[in-house]
């Protein structure tokens, strides 16, 4: 069965470090890709995603994400995290075939610190 | 850019009685739209999907005389909790699928008591 994996559940970091969020997918198929950001009682704002092409994809916020095939990774990066980006982040993909449907990660709490 | 309407974003309602959650998509057609559930700190459940003119089709172990989906047009899906009970208390979430690049867009969500 088809699985995303966010293994940090929380995650805390200065304001102007760098950040990394993980994320792991099982699929047999070829994936498309995506990075949501919620505030809390909020919906998901779209972050950034990957259908096809450069594996390297900017987004929004100076956030970026690279896709990883060989190690079915697509993780997510800022360069200098800002005390705004304090939110739940979540990975999620979905596959041509696969009925438009996402599955998602089970999400990481971003927590800044100043 | 793409943007997707939900409304109420908070609504209490006595046990046993029917909740209705609208799902607009405001500038581009939905191709297709999903609801999913959300309970507190726990990631998206998806609960089903809809195409336009057709019927829902609901996800294991969601029951679909509780939660009715009707997709009557390309902008508009709505999820009704029938006999509503407190443990059907949750953040419900929509998303649509379509516009030019075929994306996926949430509205923002509605925040469901029931007492």
């Known amino acids: 069965a088809q699985s995303v994996t966010q293994p940090d559940i929380h995650i805390t970091v200065s304001e102007g470090a760098s950040l990394e969020l993980r994320c792991n997918y099982s699929?047999?198929?070829?994936?498309?890709l995506f990075w949501y950001v919620q505030s809390p009682g909020q919906g998901l704002q779209l972050l950034l995603k990957y259908f096809s092409g450069d594996t390297l994809v900017q987004g929004i916020k100076g956030f970026e994400a690279e896709f990883k095939r060989s190690q079915s990774s697509f993780n997510l990066r800022k360069p200098s995290v800002h005390w705004s980006d304090a939110a739940e982040y979540f990975c999620?993909?979905?596959?041509?075939?696969?009925?438009?449907?996402?599955?998602f990660g089970t999400g990481t709490q971003l927590k800044v610190e100043l | 850019g793409a943007v997707v309407s939900q409304h109420p974003s908070r609504v209490i309602c006595k046990s046993g009685t029917s909740v209705k959650i609208e799902c607009r998509s405001l500038d581009f057609q939905a191709t297709t739209m999903f609801w999913y559930r959300q309970f507190p700190k726990q990631s998206l459940m998806l609960m089903a999907t809809s195409n336009e003119g057709s019927k829902a089709t609901y996800e294991q172990g969601v029951e679909k005389d509780k939660f009715l989906i009707n997709h009557a047009s390309l902008t508009l899906s709505t999820l009704t909790v029938t006999s509503a009970h407190p443990e059907d208390s949750s953040f419900y979430i929509c998303?649509?699928?379509?516009?030019?690049?075929?994306?996926?867009?949430f509205g923002s969500g509605t925040r469901l008591t029931v007492v």
């Open positions: 999620a993909v979905g596959f041509t075939g696969g009925g438009n449907k996402l599955t």
């Open positions: 699929y047999g198929a070829t994936p498309y």
């Open positions: 998303s649509a699928r379509g516009g030019k690049d075929y994306g996926y867009t």
